[in-house]
């Protein structure tokens, strides 16, 4: 997946990347990637929203059945030992921080009193089989939903005031730091198919589509009304094609659910573009089922 991230990060050349190792540094990294060594990288900080895409061990927090803490996850990490995050090694939040040259963000649940007070370099709220709507994820236990993700962050923001002179340098370190979002699966895989018949009455598919993009919305102003500017946007996955479906369904029911996915990519899209006309100063890039990150969101010209 890497290698395919690199291709249409760089324009594929048929070479064939190889994985950067764990410890990799910043400039060794960009070496491989061939950007040179004269970039200039202005991100201060890190924060992660999300699902289990990106989840880096807040569920081992929660009682929830939902949970990456045994083997064999993380197999690939030094100690060989699950780290939390649904994953045998690295997740795409943890390669955007090496880009970036910042460390792995943590879960924020596992920071204690004094941490959460002090290290606002990076943060990770993301938490498995939740999603954008409030009901998604109850099957497996509790959650962090996206409203309570934001919330999380709200009280990130201010626990950071103490640490700048003045409100301006703080609002200037927000402009500049990156918004890592990648969430709504559970909302399809889980969300929807669990429902009973009478509400999956009430509520049909282009209704549900367009409750989960709504609250996305509301979610993305909140942020923007706390202060952040750059958003990189992890669209819904070909969520007909999963395993999860494919269990549940068989095959007859892979076409349904990728229409929907299909148009709630699409209504995602279409709302976040009308947010970045309103706010003209927001930096926000969607993309949808891959492993991609826009340098561009990163350098300082």
Avoid: W
Wanted: proline share 6%; with cysteine.
């Amino acid at each position: 997946m890497f290698s395919f991230f690199l291709d249409l990060l760089l324009g594929s050349n048929g070479d064939v990347f190889r994985i950067p190792p764990l410890n990799v540094n910043q400039i060794d990294l960009l070496k491989l990637l061939e950007l040179g060594d004269d970039i200039k990288f202005d991100v201060p900080a890190l924060y992660v929203f999300g699902d289990s895409t990106v989840d880096s061990g807040n569920n081992n927090f929660l009682p929830s059945t939902s949970k990456a803490n045994y083997p064999l996850f993380g197999v690939d990490f030094a100690d060989r030992k699950p780290t939390g995050r649904f994953s045998n090694g690295r997740i795409e939040a943890d390669f955007i921080a090496q880009v970036a040259g910042l460390p792995f963000p943590p879960p924020c649940l596992g920071l204690s009193k004094e941490e959460q007070k002090t290290l606002g370099t990076r943060v990770n709220y993301g938490s498995s089989a939740c999603g954008v709507l409030p009901d998604t994820g109850k099957l497996f236990g509790t959650c962090l939903t996206f409203d309570k993700q934001t919330g999380l962050f709200k009280t990130t923001v201010k626990n950071l005031q103490p640490l700048f002179d003045s409100p301006q340098k703080m609002v200037d370190y927000l402009s500049k730091s990156l918004f890592f979002i990648s969430t709504g699966n559970a909302d399809i895989s889980t969300g929807y198919d669990f429902l009973d018949n009478t509400t999956k009455q009430q509520t049909p598919f282009p209704k549900f589509v367009q409750a989960i993009s709504q609250k996305f919305s509301d979610n993305i102003k909140r942020l923007y009304d706390l202060g952040a500017r750059k958003l990189l946007v992890n669209s819904v996955g070909m969520m007909g094609c999963s395993p999860m479906t494919s269990l549940l369904h068989r095959i007859h029911m892979a076409l349904p659910i990728q229409e929907t996915v299909v148009a709630l990519q699409v209504k995602m899209g279409l709302d976040l573009a009308s947010l970045i006309c309103v706010h003209a100063i927001i930096e926000m890039i969607m993309f949808s089922s891959i492993l991609f990150m826009p340098v561009k969101l990163l350098i300082s010209y």
